[in-house]
C-alpha cells in the first residue's frame, strides 16, 4: 500500500504495511519449518524402505543386522520428534523451568561424567578448569546440564582423537561465564553466525550420520536466554577449534 501524506490515514497505512510484512515474514518461517522438517524425516524414512524392500525381495539377509538398521534409523525418527518438540517450546519461550541455587560444578560435573566413557572411548581427553569456590547460580539444573551435554557432546564429536577439550569457569563481573574449548574442526568466519540456527549443519551428510538433528544449539541458546545469560561461539577458523561461552547472571 503506497503511504501518500501525514494524517491519520497514512499512519494506518503504514501499521497496516508493518502488519503485512510481518505476516509474511512468519508465513516464510513456517514454510521455511515444514521444509526443514520434510526434509529431515525424507533421509531416515528412505533408509528403512530400502532395507524393507531389500528383505521382502529377498536381496538382504533375515539377520539381526540388518534389523540393528532399521532399529537405528527409527531411533534417529524419535529423537527428531523429541527434539522437534523441545524446539517448539523452547520458541514458543514455554520450557518449564525448576530454578534452585546451585554450585555451577553440579551440572557441569554431571554432563562430564555422563560423557567420559565417550571421550574415553574416542580417545579425547576431558580436562576441567573449575574453582572451588564458585558462586552459586540459579538455574534448573537438568536444563543446564542438557546444555553442557549438548556442548560437550558437540566438542567430542567434531574433535579427532589424541586431542583435547577444555572447560574452564570463573566468575566476573557479576557473572559466571563458562567455557568448553575444543581442538577440533573448528568453523569458518561463514559458518559462525550459523550454528544456532535451527537445522543449520556445517557439514550436513556428516553430522547427520552422527545422530545430531541440528537443532541442539538452537535449544541450548533458548534455555540460556531463559535464564537471561548469553551462548556463544568462537573460532579462529577451520582446523583451530571452537570455544563455547556461556554466561549466567549472577545476581539475581
Ligand atoms: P548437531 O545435532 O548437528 O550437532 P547442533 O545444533 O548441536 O546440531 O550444532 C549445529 C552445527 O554446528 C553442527 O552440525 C556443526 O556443524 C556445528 N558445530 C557445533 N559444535 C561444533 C564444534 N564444537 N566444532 C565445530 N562445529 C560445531
Redesign the pocket.
Known amino acids: 500500500m503506497q503511504v501518500i501524506g501525514e494524517d491519520e490515514l497514512a499512519d494506518l497505512a503504514q501499521a497496516f504495511n508493518q502488519m503485512a510484512h510481518t505476516l509474511a515474514q512468519t508465513e516464510e518461517r513456517r514454510r521455511q519449518l515444514i521444509g526443514d522438517v520434510a526434509h529431515e524425516l525424507r533421509t531416515p524414512l528412505s533408509s528403512i524402505r530400502s532395507v524393507m524392500e531389500g528383505l521382502i525381495d529377498g536381496i538382504l539377509p533375515v539377520e539381526p543386522a540388518t534389523f540393528l538398521d532399521v532399529q537405528r534409523e527409527v531411533n534417529r525418527l524419535q529423537r527428531l520428534v523429541h527434539d522437534l518438540e523441545q524446539l517448539s517450546k523452547a520458541e514458543a519461550g514455554e520450557l518449564s523451568m525448576e530454578l534452585a541455587w546451585v554450585k555451577p560444578t553440579t551440572f557441569v560435573g554431571t554432563a562430564v561424567a555422563r560423557l567420559a566413557m565417550q571421550y574415553e572411548d574416542k580417545g579425547v581427553q576431558l580436562h576441567t578448569d573449575l574453582p572451588d569456590n564458585l558462586p552459586d547460580v540459579k538455574v534448573d539444573p537438568a536444563r543446564m546440564t542438557q546444555v553442557m551435554l549438548?556442548l560437550l557432546g558437540?566438542?567430542l564429536?567434531?574433535t579427532p582423537s589424541g586431542s583435547e577439550v577444555v572447560v574452564t569457569a570463573r566468575a566476573e563481573a557479576q557473572q559466571l561465564i563458562l567455557t568448553v574449548q575444543?581442538s577440533?574442526?573448528?568453523?569458518s568466519v561463514d559458518?559462525l553466525p550459523h550454528?544456532f540456527e535451527r537445522f543449520?549443519?556445517?557439514?550436513k551428510s556428516r553430522?547427520r550420520a552422527?545422530g545430531?538433528?541440528?537443532?541442539?544449539?538452537?535449544i541450548s541458546r533458548h534455555i540460556v536466554e531463559a535464564h537471561n545469560g548469553r551462548l556463544t561461539v568462537t573460532s579462529p577458523g577451520l582446523g583451530q577449534g571452537?570455544t563455547?561461552t556461556l554466561t549466567l547472571p549472577l545476581s539475581d
Do not use: K
Not at 545430531?212 to 538452537?218: A, D, E, I, K
Open positions: 549438548n558437540n566438542a564429536q567434531y575444543d577440533g574442526i573448528g568453523l559458518s550454528v543449520y549443519r556445517v557439514d553430522s552422527g545430531g538433528s541440528g537443532v541442539g544449539l538452537t571452537s563455547f
